[in-house]
């Protein structure tokens, strides 16, 4: 089992920074793949990056490569989002998830457990 909670969203200009964290409990951490997500009102939950479970491997989606960074401590049990040049098209509500299954994934449905998501609102 593995409890997520988010925090470090808010509101920023364009062309800010923010870093998101996601802090982990439960002995599942270390062996799970995480991943973040994100859902604005009216659309469905997207991809946004993902990190395997020794940190070594990263994906991205193609909207935030460049600009969003994905990272974890795991003697903190955390998982971070380092998001730079934000745009107002990034504001939507962030949620870390955690992917128990051998293979790293895009899709939202391969997570176990998610967190309850923190708002990011970018203005223009």
């Known amino acids: 089992q593995v409890q997520l909670v988010e925090s470090g969203g808010g509101l920023v200009q364009a062309g800010g920074s923010l870093r998101l964290s996601c802090a982990a409990s439960?002995?599942?951490?270390?062996?799970?793949?995480m991943g973040w997500f994100c859902q604005a009102p009216g659309k469905e939950r997207e991809f946004v990056a993902a990190i395997s479970r020794t940190g070594g491997i990263t994906y991205y989606a193609d909207s935030v490569k460049g600009r969003f960074a994905i990272s974890r401590d795991s003697a903190k049990n955390t998982v971070y989002l380092q998001m730079n040049s934000l745009k107002p098209e990034d504001t939507a509500v962030y949620y870390c998830?955690?992917?128990?299954?051998?293979?790293?994934?895009?899709?939202?449905?391969?997570?176990?457990?998610w967190g309850q998501g923190t708002q990011v609102t970018v203005s223009s």
């Open positions: 439960g002995r599942t951490f270390s062996s799970s793949h």
């Open positions: 998830a955690a992917n128990t299954a051998v293979a790293m994934s895009k899709l939202s449905y391969n997570y176990n457990y």
